[in-house]
């Protein structure tokens, strides 16, 4: 029998050797998901290209190394001049095409004093204009944004409906009602008196805080108030979104021809509870326009 055996494996040896079985090359990892804020609404603006990233660890172009460290979300005092500058990410966002509007992508727990720091050197670079990025459900979207100078002036606006949407998104745009997002309106001298309520939304821990030429205005949104204590203070632990949406709603009937909103938040607030409210600022639940200019302002650092 074992003569058998081994006569058996010599005739397949003869034959030729035995092809061993291919196995596939491993496949490519996917993709690392973007960390951004999901949203519960926002007229949809395409991300195109690359965005200017800001992790919990670092601040990333995807054109060269890493432009700064983050420990905690935050800016090391040695790669800041002052409170708010950066110059690494200010030398290379400068060397940037002189029409790149930058989109932004910011790890929900990065703290708005980062985000402050960040954009108040793409102020400093000659950029006018940004996008957040944000995710509606699987989507991710363009929340569109102005930087106004001293005097909350929107400086070198684009003209026509939907025109700084269009330089965010590459000419790709559209929103839930079909139509592209207003781009801001200048108003002319004979309304310029009219267009002062100066609208201002401060996120806090607490809630937030709405304000207009009249003063704070008090939980209810019907009247103005000495009091401390927020607007829309926050339910069960997060923001009161459907209750901001309310009061924006009844402040647009009382002034159906203001389309801007002034929009900060405290030093601490995690950017994901910034963006929540920026989103709701645009548009109602239902799509309709609200405040669709916002106006960033860097707040007290």
Do not use: K
């Not at 998901?33 to 603006?45: E, G, K, N, Q, Y």
């Not at 002034?255 to 929540?276: C, H, I, K, L, S």
Request: glycine share 8%; with cysteine.
């Amino acid at each position: 029998m074992r003569l058998l055996i081994a006569l058996l494996a010599l005739s397949l040896l003869a034959c030729g050797e035995v092809s061993p079985v291919s196995t596939p090359p491993p496949e490519a990892p996917p993709a690392p998901r973007l960390a951004v804020p999901t949203v519960p609404r926002s007229p949809v603006v395409a991300l195109q290209g690359e965005p200017l990233v800001i992790t919990r660890t670092a601040i990333e172009l995807s054109d060269g190394p890493a432009v700064a460290a983050l420990v905690d979300g935050r800016v090391r005092a040695e790669d800041r001049s002052g409170p708010l500058s950066i110059p690494a990410l200010r030398d290379r966002v400068a060397a940037m095409p002189a029409d790149w509007a930058p989109t932004v992508a910011v790890h929900p727990d990065v703290p708005f004093a980062t985000v402050g720091q960040a954009v108040y050197t793409l102020g400093n670079a000659g950029r006018t204009s940004l996008g957040f990025v944000a995710r509606v459900g699987e989507d991710l979207v363009v929340i569109p944004i102005w930087l106004p100078n001293a005097r909350n002036e929107i400086i070198g606006a684009p003209d026509g409906p939907g025109a700084l949407a269009d330089v965010l998104a590459g000419g790709a745009v559209s929103d839930a009602t079909g139509e592209a997002p207003a781009a801001p309106r200048d108003p002319s001298p004979d309304e310029e008196e009219d267009s002062t309520l100066h609208l201002v939304l401060r996120v806090g821990g607490d809630g937030v805080w709405v304000t207009s030429v009249a003063g704070r205005v008090a939980p209810g949104c019907e009247v103005t108030t000495s009091e401390r204590s927020p607007t829309v203070p926050r339910v069960d632990g997060a923001h009161d979104l459907t209750g901001l949406t309310a009061c924006l709603e009844q402040i647009a009937r009382e002034y159906p021809d203001e389309d801007r909103v002034m929009v900060t938040a405290d030093p601490d607030v995690p950017f994901g509870d910034f963006a929540q409210v920026m989103a709701v600022t645009r548009t109602s639940a239902n799509g309709q326009p609200l405040f669709p200019t916002l106006l960033l302002s860097l707040g007290v650092f």
